[in-house]
Nanobody, 127 residues
Framework: EVQLVESGGGSVQAGGSLILSCTASGFTRGDYAIGWFRQAPGKDRERVSCASTADSTRYYSDSVKGRFTISRDSAKNTVYLQMNSLKPEDTALYHC????????????????????WGPGIQVTVSS
């Protein structure tokens, strides 16, 4: 069974940093991109960032570009999200997601048509 395990959430003051990680297990074959979405109370889910575990493809939403950095450890099937200069507007429940690397996988990530979801991890940024 495929599992996505998230860690690194918590509470931080504005301007601080956190690192989220998402580790995937249970894949029998094929590579997956691992990315992040977030959803704040009363708001729609939004894309954050995504990285292929097999190549250099990277995506950042405009709201986090320049502040967040996504990286990968392919051997561990783990993606890290380094979040710097955090703002209160970054407060949300963050979900990692895995997208199989076939066809237009990037397009499927953009649409939110992912293969697996993590349970979610809370990030709270206070002012």
């Amino acid at each position: 069974e495929v599992q996505l395990v998230e860690s690194g959430g918590g509470s931080v003051q504005a301007g601080g940093s956190l690192i989220l990680s998402c580790t995937a297990s249970g894949f029998t074959r094929g590579d997956y991109a691992i990315g992040w979405f977030r959803q704040a109370p009363g708001k729609d889910r939004e894309r954050v960032s995504c990285a292929s575990t097999a190549d250099s493809t990277r995506y950042y939403s405009d709201s986090v570009k320049g502040r967040f950095t996504i990286s990968r450890d392919s051997a561990k099937n783990t993606v890290y999200l380094q979040m710097n200069s955090l703002k209160p507007e970054d407060t949300a429940l963050y979900h990692c997601a895995a997208v199989a690397l076939w066809g237009r996988w990037y397009h499927r990530y953009i649409l939110g048509s992912v293969d697996y979801w993590g349970p979610g991890i809370q990030v709270t940024v206070s002012s």
